[in-house]
């Protein structure tokens, strides 16, 4: 079977992401060009992302490679952008990541991959679709990006409420993937 339009789009999202990593990594105070060019790169990601869900929902191009790709694609773009623009935190003059927000938003994604991995490899199958607190939690997150990208003061405020949206949409994921792994025939054994 051939890749839908959407599902190129995820993998061309995917293959920004180092040309992003690279770009935040880049950025010094010699080199202030860098900053603009990874928000670009981020920015364009993001809408790629609202981009090949609408297409895959309106367009009938929903597959289970999408369903894989585009949360995996979402988030190696998240982690990246928290984990580069903490280490660069000293080229973001006013507003940059602490430590105590990036270590729990990371550490959530990588469970939730960690989790992903558990449950195909326990059922088979990978059946746990994106929820309303998971999006909200992105879309949190991708706005702290921005606001420290453009260094805007009251970002700080996004940071605390990203917080708790990522220790809600974390504990939610992990019931629900205690329940798809209850309920798996594998596990009645």
Known sequence: MSLTFANKVTIGRILLVPFFIASVLYISP???????????????????DVIDGYIARTRGQKTRAGAILDPLADKILLISAFLCMYIKRGCFTD?????????????????????????????????????????????????????????????????????LATFVSGGIYIKEGIKVLNESPVSRH
Request: proline share 2%.
């Open 30 to 48: 010699q080199h202030v060009f860098f900053r603009w060019l990874a928000l670009g790169l981020f920015l364009v990601a993001v809408i790629s």
């Open 95 to 163: 507003i940059h990541f602490p430590l105590w927000f990036v270590v729990p938003i990371i550490s959530r994604d990588i469970m939730l991959l960690l989790g992903s991995m558990i449950i195909q490899l326990a059922t088979g199958k990978l059946e746990i679709e994106a929820n309303r607190s998971g999006k909200f939690t992105a879309f949190l997150q991708i706005v702290c990006v921005l606001g420290v990208f453009l260094q805007l003061k009251f970002t700080f405020v996004f940071w605390y409420v990203a917080l």
